[in-house]
């Protein structure tokens, strides 16, 4: 199939210099709704990194003398409830604060990984063709062939539950439990959720960067530099790589914002990280099971997935306006 | 020529901006010019200069964020920028029409050739079945499209550069206007063919007698075609004449410069003159004398705006040497 | 054409059987399966933590889990082997193996444990020509549930739930369709307008948020907050009532009637619709727009066709032809339906069962439902490539 290509492609010019950047966070200081929306994800950012200096109880200590408290009530202990308790009377505030570490740090760390994925694969197969493009083209066909979430629902099924089995390297876990603010067994399995979603979260990058990769092949200004002896590894990382940078830090936050709605699914079906780790999404799901006699439950999980989503999106936004060098000014 | 002294157009301070973030772009600032029956006028000036927003504006094409500012353009003595928009749509195509620089793109790629000729036909004659399609050959013929009936059923992406320009010739003469805007016409196509086209405009110009305007950067096109001219710089008109006078005494140094640009056949140069400079930002435009940055022959007048002069008949231009 | 179709349908049929046999591998090798799932029952029910040899056995045979993947596999595919071939050939063939070897590991510090090694008794073709076997997905039968509808072929769950997604799907991007076309080329047409901005507003929330939160919230407002108000309110869960109830103002409504199948309808479908309105009008907003900036589209408008015309004829019909890619994958959502959308309105449609079937390790189910996920891709796909062919005269299949 011929499609004829039309202006699909944004112009590429050689390696930007500092100049275009400056240019980019002029554009995008400018752009206020962007800028509000970078600050709150800072702040959410933030909050989740200090969840357990905030947090004000017990992560897990249930208390079933105060189950379903509403927020801002007083347990009978006399202790201030700032966002309510629970179905096991535990803490919400503390929970939803655990919570955005766990919810937020997947969404940076998988998507980071993702990335990571999409970008070599993508470039390799765009930069070299040939078999590599074949391999890297038929895993797209087919990874893309099966709807994400199923994939996902099935893979996760397959090894939640069983995460103990993982062989992962034991000082790994405690990193990763470090990061997410995990106790070590929880590790596992939250690294294993965040590795399904990178696994199968890399195919837009990589398609994306290999056509990148492929129209940045065809210029003249690498017929140039090879023309001057440059080695294939120098040309990839002097010249494909920096041109491809802006639509990819644009993808990047895209996909900042699907990995975080495909966690928070996921959970929510109750097949990705499980009670008693806290995600935005398993707190929303136990919430709809009590929410016909507590409806103030399922908004508290809901917010910050809400305001995550839009900022993360209307940031994405703000970047792809100010990365366009169709735009000038 | 028969009708040379009746007017068909009269262009008076026609001014069209583009109202964008960065600022109000003039692109057109103050545009004057008359044009009679089976005349050609040929518009010069490098990109920038404003000549394709002037040829828009004359069908009130131009689209957000310009518009048309000020000034008249009365078309057969009726003023286009009061009439309305149904109005304006009836003249367009029928009265007046236009062909454009890139005539692939210019055709809509999943209509037949022949159905987008017809359109036309059928928008202002109300021309429908065999006696389109038998006019439409006969349009096709006229372009000089061998086997019009074949042609009809093709689509633009299955005709060369050439081609598709004729048939955006044939639409535009479908119902013999009274002025054809050609802006660019040979512009995007192989030196043979932009040959053939203007042997074609200019045979179908003796059959039809249309008043031209023609665009163009390339001088050669306004010697062969044109019978006055203007140049424009900046978005305004800096000089007007007679095609012969213009080459045999160019009066403005900027259009001294235009032809000392142009290679001549024969004419051994050292080298080929060239403006220094560019087009200045028509958001800011320099007070005074808009050239006089990149001219050769500025003196302590021109930091004022110098006036539209005429200094023999027929002839006018914008300069202070001339005062 | 031919050859193009030829090839594509090879190119179809190596990515299904790879997606399906790469699914089922998974499906097969998931620690969590059948077996584990008998050790748990049984700890359950009396404390015993050894499970019957013969309960064992049982499931094994039950699940196929005595065949090698490879022909396990194929017996899903196409229903073969099922015995010797032709009736004689290689009855003694091994294709698995019906009671593994086990080996007691005795540790140095005197824990033991038993890991299972080499073959006991191999299961040879002859040994499984009484087993049932389904004729093969390739041949339309997708074989028994497992767990959910035990014993009941997994062709007769489906379609008691496929009504129920076809219903909800067919109806919501139908609307979709109805609404965020002309959504898309008035806020085009219109751009940098009060209503552009407004609409565009709402579709990028709408397309950045999660479909289970726009449920929840619908659920909150139009249920729970609503009939607390003692309003008028819409039902939740499930395509009909279990039990009589009454809505305030109206009356009785009776279980099961129309009227309240039709009240359960409106959020699961309002949902699913404003989600496809958002992204499919953001989508045809941003073709048209490019679209309308086209050369053809001005040469249009020097013609002196009306401005109407230029957009629905001119600009529209370049403008639709990306939007075919978007419906490619409307098949499939037909009858894959919404998992999340129908999870949250416990709609008893397939997404449901797929979710359920999951939980459940009913893996026939499973699979059945993912290899005809794929399969209908796979014709969306080639179904809009040959529509671009007939709207796009400049694509030519080759």
């Given at each position: 199939m011929s499609v004829p290509s039309s202006a699909a492609m944004p112009e590429l010019k050689p390696a930007r210099s500092e100049g275009q950047w400056a240019i980019v966070f002029r554009r995008l200081r400018r752009h206020r709704v962007a800028m509000f929306c970078f600050v709150v994800l800072i702040g959410m950012l933030t909050i989740s990194a200090l969840a357990p200096l905030i947090a004000p109880f017990e992560r897990d200590e249930p208390n079933l003398r105060a189950r379903f408290l509403t927020p801002m009530s007083v347990d009978n202990d006399g202790n201030l409830r700032l966002l309510g308790t629970d179905h096991l009377g535990r803490d919400y505030f503390t929970r939803l604060l655990y919570a955005s570490r766990v919810s937020l740090g997947t969404a940076f760390f998988a998507t980071f990984l993702a990335s990571a994925i999409g970008i070599t694969l993508g470039i390799l197969a765009g930069f070299f063709g040939g078999w590599v493009d074949v391999i890297v083209s038929r895993t797209l066909e087919v990874i893309a062939s099966i709807p994400t979430l199923v994939l996902l629902l099935i893979v996760v099924t397959v090894f939640v539950g069983r995460e103990e089995d993982i062989p992962i390297p034991r000082f790994v876990t405690s990193i990763f439990a470090g990061f997410f603010a995990v106790q070590t067994r929880e590790a596992n399995i939250v690294l294993l959720v965040n590795i399904v979603l990178a696994l199968f979260g890399w195919t837009v990058t990589a398609r994306l960067m290999r056509g990148m990769a492929m129209s940045v092949r065809e210029h003249i200004y690498i017929e140039a530099a090879r023309a001057l002896g440059a080695s294939n590894f120098r040309i990839l990382v002097r010249h494909v790589f920096p041109n491809s940078l802006p639509p990819m830090i644009v993808d990047f936050t895209l996909g900042v914002n699907a990995i975080l709605l495909a966690e928070s699914a996921l959970s929510f079906l109750g097949f990705g990280i499980q009670d008693p780790t806290p995600t935005w999404g398993n707190m929303l799901n136990n919430a709809q099971n009590y929410m016909f006699q507590h409806p103030w439950m399922p908004l508290i999980p809901a917010m910050p997935i809400l305001i995550a989503s839009l900022a993360v999106n209307y940031f994405g936004d703000g970047l792809r306006d100010a990365l366009d060098p169709r735009q000038r000014g | 020529m028969a009708n040379v002294n009746r007017e068909i157009l009269r262009v008076e301070g026609l001014k069209t901006h583009f109202f964008t973030d960065e600022g109000v772009v003039q692109a057109v600032d103050g545009v004057d010019f008359v044009l009679h029956r089976g005349e050609t006028l040929g518009i010069v000036g490098e990109s920038g200069s404003g000549k394709s927003v002037t040829s828009l504006s004359l069908l009130r094409l131009v689209s957000r964020p310009g518009r048309i500012v000020e000034g008249q353009l009365l078309f057969d003595g009726v003023d286009l920028t009061s009439i309305s928009e149904e109005q304006m749509r009836a003249i367009r195509g029928d009265r007046i029409s236009m062909i454009f620089q890139q005539p692939t793109t210019a055709l809509n790629p999943v209509f037949r050739v022949g159905d987008q000729i017809i359109e036309t036909l059928t928008i202002h004659q109300g021309l429908q079945g065999n006696e389109a399609q038998q006019r439409c050959r006969e349009l096709l013929t006229m372009v000089g499209l061998p086997d019009p009936e074949r042609r009809m059923r093709q689509y633009p992406h299955e005709l060369s550069g050439g081609q598709c320009q004729r048939i955006m010739i044939a639409m535009a003469l479908a119902c013999n206007p009274e002025l054809l805007i050609a802006d660019e016409p040979t512009t995007a196509l192989d030196v043979t063919i932009q040959a053939q086209i203007l042997d074609l405009m200019r045979a179908l110009r003796e059959k039809i007698d249309t008043a031209i305007i023609l665009i163009t950067h390339d001088m050669g096109v306004v010697a062969e075609m044109a019978d006055n001219v203007i140049v424009m710089y900046a978005g305004q008109v800096v000089e007007y004449a007679e095609v012969k006078q213009l080459f045999a005494n160019p009066l403005h140094p900027y259009t001294i410069g235009l032809l000392n640009s142009m290679p001549v056949l024969g004419d051994v140069r050292d080298e080929l003159a060239v403006i220094p400079g560019t087009v200045p930002s028509l958001i800011n435009p320099p007070v005074g004398c808009r050239f006089a940055a990149r001219c050769d022959r500025r003196f302590e007048r021109c930091t004022e705006t110098p006036p539209m002069v005429e200094p023999e008949q027929g002839r006018r231009v914008r300069c202070w040497l001339y005062r | 054409m031919t050859t193009f179709l030829i090839r594509r349908f090879v190119q179809m049929f190596f990515v299904t059987v790879v997606a399906a046999f790469l699914s089922f591998i998974l499906l097969y090798l998931a620690p969590g399966g059948p077996i584990d799932e008998l050790r748990g029952a049984q700890r359950q029910n009396d404390g015993?933590?050894?499970?019957?040899?013969?309960?064992?056995?049982?499931?094994?045979?039950?699940?196929?889990?005595?065949?090698?993947?490879?022909?396990?596999?194929?017996?899903?595919?196409?229903?073969?082997?099922?015995?010797?071939?032709?009736?004689?050939?290689?009855?003694?063939?091994?294709?698995?193996?019906?009671?593994?070897?086990?080996?007691?590991?005795?540790?140095?510090?005197?824990?033991?444990?038993?890991?299972?090694?080499?073959?006991?008794?191999?299961?040879?073709?002859?040994?499984?020509?009484?087993?049932?076997?389904?004729?093969?997905?390739?041949?339309?039968?997708?074989?028994?549930?497992?767990?959910?509808?035990?014993?009941?072929?997994?062709?007769?769950?489906?379609?008691?739930?496929?009504?129920?997604?076809?219903?909800?799907?067919?109806?919501?991007?139908?609307?979709?369709?109805?609404?965020?076309?002309?959504?898309?080329?008035?806020?085009?047409?219109?751009?940098?307008?009060?209503?552009?901005?407004?609409?565009?507003?709402?579709?990028?929330?709408?397309?950045?948020?999660?479909?289970?939160?726009?449920?929840?919230?619908?659920?909150?407002?139009?249920?729970?907050?609503?009939?607390?108000?003692?309003?008028?309110?819409?039902?939740?869960?499930?395509?009909?009532?279990?039990?009589?109830?009454?809505?305030?103002?109206?009356?009785?409504?009776?279980?099961?009637?129309?009227?309240?199948?039709?009240?359960?309808?409106?959020?699961?479908?309002?949902?699913?619709?404003?989600?496809?309105?958002?992204?499919?009008?953001?989508?045809?907003?941003?073709?048209?727009?490019?679209?309308?900036?086209?050369?053809?589209?001005?040469?249009?408008?020097?013609?002196?066709?009306?401005?109407?015309?230029?957009?629905?004829?001119?600009?529209?019909?370049?403008?639709?032809?990306?939007?075919?890619?978007?419906?490619?994958?409307?098949?499939?959502?037909?009858?894959?339906?919404?998992?999340?959308?129908?999870?949250?309105?416990?709609?008893?449609?397939?997404?449901?069962?797929?979710?359920?079937?999951?939980?459940?390790?009913?893996?026939?189910?499973?699979?059945?439902?993912?290899?005809?996920?794929?399969?209908?891709l796979m014709i969306g796909i080639l179904i809009a490539d040959i529509l671009y062919t007939i709207v796009d005269p400049r694509i030519r299949l080759s």
């Amino acid at each position: 199939m011929s499609v004829p290509s039309s202006a699909a492609m944004p112009e590429l010019k050689p390696a930007r210099s500092e100049g275009q950047w400056a240019i980019v966070f002029r554009r995008l200081r400018r752009h206020r709704v962007a800028m509000f929306c970078f600050v709150v994800l800072i702040g959410m950012l933030t909050i989740s990194a200090l969840a357990p200096l905030i947090a004000p109880f017990e992560r897990d200590e249930p208390n079933l003398r105060a189950r379903f408290l509403t927020p801002m009530s007083v347990d009978n202990d006399g202790n201030l409830r700032l966002l309510g308790t629970d179905h096991l009377g535990r803490d919400y505030f503390t929970r939803l604060l655990y919570a955005s570490r766990v919810s937020l740090g997947t969404a940076f760390f998988a998507t980071f990984l993702a990335s990571a994925i999409g970008i070599t694969l993508g470039i390799l197969a765009g930069f070299f063709g040939g078999w590599v493009d074949v391999i890297v083209s038929r895993t797209l066909e087919v990874i893309a062939s099966i709807p994400t979430l199923v994939l996902l629902l099935i893979v996760v099924t397959v090894f939640v539950g069983r995460e103990e089995d993982i062989p992962i390297p034991r000082f790994v876990t405690s990193i990763f439990a470090g990061f997410f603010a995990v106790q070590t067994r929880e590790a596992n399995i939250v690294l294993l959720v965040n590795i399904v979603l990178a696994l199968f979260g890399w195919t837009v990058t990589a398609r994306l960067m290999r056509g990148m990769a492929m129209s940045v092949r065809e210029h003249i200004y690498i017929e140039a530099a090879r023309a001057l002896g440059a080695s294939n590894f120098r040309i990839l990382v002097r010249h494909v790589f920096p041109n491809s940078l802006p639509p990819m830090i644009v993808d990047f936050t895209l996909g900042v914002n699907a990995i975080l709605l495909a966690e928070s699914a996921l959970s929510f079906l109750g097949f990705g990280i499980q009670d008693p780790t806290p995600t935005w999404g398993n707190m929303l799901n136990n919430a709809q099971n009590y929410m016909f006699q507590h409806p103030w439950m399922p908004l508290i999980p809901a917010m910050p997935i809400l305001i995550a989503s839009l900022a993360v999106n209307y940031f994405g936004d703000g970047l792809r306006d100010a990365l366009d060098p169709r735009q000038r000014g | 020529m028969a009708n040379v002294n009746r007017e068909i157009l009269r262009v008076e301070g026609l001014k069209t901006h583009f109202f964008t973030d960065e600022g109000v772009v003039q692109a057109v600032d103050g545009v004057d010019f008359v044009l009679h029956r089976g005349e050609t006028l040929g518009i010069v000036g490098e990109s920038g200069s404003g000549k394709s927003v002037t040829s828009l504006s004359l069908l009130r094409l131009v689209s957000r964020p310009g518009r048309i500012v000020e000034g008249q353009l009365l078309f057969d003595g009726v003023d286009l920028t009061s009439i309305s928009e149904e109005q304006m749509r009836a003249i367009r195509g029928d009265r007046i029409s236009m062909i454009f620089q890139q005539p692939t793109t210019a055709l809509n790629p999943v209509f037949r050739v022949g159905d987008q000729i017809i359109e036309t036909l059928t928008i202002h004659q109300g021309l429908q079945g065999n006696e389109a399609q038998q006019r439409c050959r006969e349009l096709l013929t006229m372009v000089g499209l061998p086997d019009p009936e074949r042609r009809m059923r093709q689509y633009p992406h299955e005709l060369s550069g050439g081609q598709c320009q004729r048939i955006m010739i044939a639409m535009a003469l479908a119902c013999n206007p009274e002025l054809l805007i050609a802006d660019e016409p040979t512009t995007a196509l192989d030196v043979t063919i932009q040959a053939q086209i203007l042997d074609l405009m200019r045979a179908l110009r003796e059959k039809i007698d249309t008043a031209i305007i023609l665009i163009t950067h390339d001088m050669g096109v306004v010697a062969e075609m044109a019978d006055n001219v203007i140049v424009m710089y900046a978005g305004q008109v800096v000089e007007y004449a007679e095609v012969k006078q213009l080459f045999a005494n160019p009066l403005h140094p900027y259009t001294i410069g235009l032809l000392n640009s142009m290679p001549v056949l024969g004419d051994v140069r050292d080298e080929l003159a060239v403006i220094p400079g560019t087009v200045p930002s028509l958001i800011n435009p320099p007070v005074g004398c808009r050239f006089a940055a990149r001219c050769d022959r500025r003196f302590e007048r021109c930091t004022e705006t110098p006036p539209m002069v005429e200094p023999e008949q027929g002839r006018r231009v914008r300069c202070w040497l001339y005062r | 054409m031919t050859t193009f179709l030829i090839r594509r349908f090879v190119q179809m049929f190596f990515v299904t059987v790879v997606a399906a046999f790469l699914s089922f591998i998974l499906l097969y090798l998931a620690p969590g399966g059948p077996i584990d799932e008998l050790r748990g029952a049984q700890r359950q029910n009396d404390g015993m933590s050894r499970v019957d040899q013969t309960d064992v056995q049982r499931v094994r045979e039950r699940f196929e889990l005595d065949f090698y993947l490879p022909f396990r596999f194929s017996r899903w595919l196409i229903g073969w082997p099922s015995g010797p071939i032709f009736g004689a050939i290689g009855a003694d063939w091994q294709v698995g193996c019906s009671i593994p070897g086990q080996v007691r590991l005795v540790y140095p510090d005197g824990r033991v444990e038993i890991i299972e090694e080499g073959c006991e008794v191999p299961l040879t073709l002859a040994s499984i020509e009484d087993r049932r076997v389904s004729n093969g997905v390739f041949f339309g039968d997708f074989g028994l549930s497992q767990t959910i509808l035990r014993d009941r072929p997994v062709m007769t769950l489906i379609m008691s739930r496929l009504p129920y997604t076809l219903s909800l799907m067919g109806t919501s991007i139908l609307l979709s369709i109805l609404i965020a076309v002309p959504i898309g080329i008035y806020s085009a047409v219109r751009q940098y307008s009060r209503f552009d901005y407004t609409m565009t507003t709402i579709a990028f929330i709408g397309s950045s948020l999660p479909s289970f939160v726009f449920g929840i919230f619908a659920i909150l407002i139009f249920s729970i907050l609503a009939q607390r108000a003692g309003l008028p309110y819409l039902p939740s869960g499930n395509a009909s009532g279990a039990r009589d109830w009454v809505m305030p103002y109206f009356g009785r409504i009776e279980a099961g009637s129309l009227v309240d199948r039709g009240l359960r309808f409106i959020m699961p479908v309002g949902v699913l619709t404003f989600i496809n309105i958002a992204g499919w009008s953001r989508f045809i907003r941003a073709s048209m727009l490019e679209v309308l900036q086209q050369d053809y589209v001005r040469t249009a408008r020097a013609k002196g066709v009306k401005e109407r015309m230029v957009i629905i004829k001119h600009a529209l019909r370049n403008a639709l032809i990306p939007f075919i890619t978007l419906l490619a994958g409307v098949l499939a959502a037909l009858f894959g339906g919404a998992l999340i959308t129908e999870a949250v309105f416990n709609w008893p449609g397939l997404g449901r069962l797929f979710i359920d079937a999951l939980g459940r390790h009913d893996y026939n189910v499973v699979m059945a439902l993912l290899f005809v996920n794929v399969v209908l891709l796979m014709i969306g796909i080639l179904i809009a490539d040959i529509l671009y062919t007939i709207v796009d005269p400049r694509i030519r299949l080759s």
